[in-house]
């Protein structure tokens, strides 16, 4: 004999599911801002289906499940427990400002790559039109890079202490640059090592002037 009351849990279990699924589907697709057509086009899915999940009239399967979870962060278990509205905001919040950072490493990582791709043009068309090889460009490469990174690094992240370790960076390299392009490649060639010298004071002033603003 059927045991009718098991089927009656069960689907009264897939009904609660279904609606927990979709309210949490709902409330990460507004903490994000977006609208379920929006939502529909960043995951591929059709907006129908979205309004479908989020109403509760079906649960996603596994993979669409897993595509979600993948989207707004969070875990596949997370999508099916019961969250109040300030964690679900807390959450994406989170996941929004990972994947920043994630795309802010990424425009750091690019920029360098420029500099870097430039040098390699330099050296390779010198190169193939049989002139002197610049290898002096792979010196100079070290200081630039640093320079360009440290721009990206102040527009999109303002002033943090590793701005000053850049800095430092950027002058050491920019002075050590001179000393081997002059020493190994000037004709005749020059010994101007001690410029080193001009970085000291320079160093000091790096790590002096925030404290003095701050100060002030």
């Known amino acids: 004999m059927l045991d009718f009351s098991f089927f009656g849990a069960y689907n009264k279990y897939m009904d609660n599911l279904a609606n927990v699924v979709g309210k949490n589907i709902a409330s990460l697709r507004k903490a994000r801002g977006l609208t379920q057509q929006e939502l529909a086009r960043q995951v591929n899915y059709s907006d129908k289906s979205i309004s479908k999940w989020e109403l509760g009239y079906a649960v996603p399967s596994v993979d669409i499940l897993m595509d979600l979870s993948s989207f707004f962060g969070v875990t596949m278990d997370y999508l099916v427990q019961e969250h109040t509205q300030e964690s679900i905001e807390a959450v994406s919040d989170i996941a929004a400002s990972k994947k920043g950072n994630l795309n802010k490493a990424i425009v750091i990582a690019m920029a360098m790559t420029v500099v870097v791709l430039i040098s390699m043009s330099i050296f390779f068309a010198a190169f193939f039109l049989g002139t002197a090889l610049p290898w002096a460009t792979f010196i100079w490469m070290v200081p630039c890079a640093i320079f360009v990174a440290m721009t990206v690094i102040r527009i999109l992240y303002g002033k943090t202490r590793g701005n000053i370790a ?40 790096l790590i002096l002037a925030p404290k003095l603003r701050s100060k002030n």
Do not use: Y
Not at 174 to 198: D, G, M, T, V, Y
């Open 166 to 205: 850049l800095a430092s960076s950027f002058v050491w390299t920019l002075l050590l640059s001179f000393c081997f392009h002059f020493a190994f490649f000037a004709e005749p060639a020059q010994n101007i090592w001690f410029i080193i010298i001009i970085g000291i004071p320079i160093q000091v002033i």
